[in-house]
């Protein structure tokens, strides 16, 4: 359930959503802007001297670059994908595999959709099953995201789904029993499936009106051939940072 963020200045009935971070708010604000602002929100929560978890994708990049000034406050992170970790190196972060690490404080990654529950579609930027699997491990789940990506019910934003290669026609077969139209995402300009981190394929699944996110979640999960599906339910967001033209909104779950 969606919970205000309280405390002194909470904004009132007519907007339940608190503007908590201070910049200078204009409704005409680019995406980028704002995917900037959630990013420097982010820095609140990282926890000083120690391993923290990093997503994948435009927004999460953003928060690397906002780490990258405060890296001397952490002991290094670890990254949901090969891309971030090369964007974090960059940066003169240390990267940590996740089999070398105990805990995590909190991991801060973006969403290609998020509802009122805090359940999420991810994987937009191939990097699911790993984004998935650190987030499992992390004390805390912060969803930085522009305001276009809070919706009422998901799946307007194809729903990705990563499959071992030989298994994709017939889990697209399951995925079309469950009212979805899945299609092959392809590399750039060609005909040939996109690879992941992993190895596997990628199907993209239309179509879907996700009234229960957690039930789908576990329903596909058990599709054999299946590496992982990008609903993020059963471990979905402890904080939303959402950036709007008011300002960063905090959303608790």
């Known amino acids: 359930m969606l919970a205000l963020d ?5 904004a009132g009935p007519r907007d339940p959503l608190k503007w908590r971070h201070s910049f200078t708010p204009t409704n005409i604000m680019t995406q980028d802007e704002l ?11 990282v ?10 994708g435009s927004t999460a990049n953003f928060f690397i670059d906002e780490l990258g000034k405060i890296k001397d406050r952490i002991k290094g992170a670890v990254a949901s994908s090969e891309a971030t970790a090369a964007r974090l190196r960059g940066h003169g972060i240390a990267v940590y595999d996740l089999n070398d690490v105990e805990s995590i404080s909190v991991y801060v990654d973006g969403a290609d959709e998020i ?33 276009s990506k809070l919706v009422q019910t998901l799946g307007t934003f194809p ?12 889990v697209a077969r399951r995925l079309t029993e469950l009212g979805g139209q899945p299609r092959l995402r392809v ?5 040939k499936p996109f690879v992941t981190d992993n190895g596997g394929h990628l199907l993209d699944v239309a179509g879907l009106s996700i009234t229960d ?41």
């Open 187 to 191: 590399e750039s300009g060609t005909d």
């Open 35 to 45: 995917k900037q602002a959630v990013a420097r929100t982010a820095i609140d929560y």
């Open 213 to 253: 996110p957690a039930a789908l979640e576990s329903e596909i999960n058990q599709i054999v051939g299946v590496i992982a599906v990008g609903l993020f339910a059963r471990r979905g967001a402890d904080v939303c940072l959402l950036g709007t033209g008011e300002g960063v909104k905090t959303l608790s779950f």
């Open 115 to 147: 509802d009122a529950g805090g359940a999420m579609i991810k994987g937009g930027g191939a990097a699911l099953t790993r984004e998935k699997i650190v987030a499992s491990v992390s004390k805390r789940f912060v969803c930085i995201a522009d305001g």
């Open 159 to 170: 729903l990705p789904v990563e499959v071992v290669p030989m298994a994709r026609a017939a």
């Open 6 to 10: 309280g405390g002194a200045g909470a």
């Open 47 to 56: 926890v000083d001297g120690e391993i923290i978890g990093v997503g994948t």
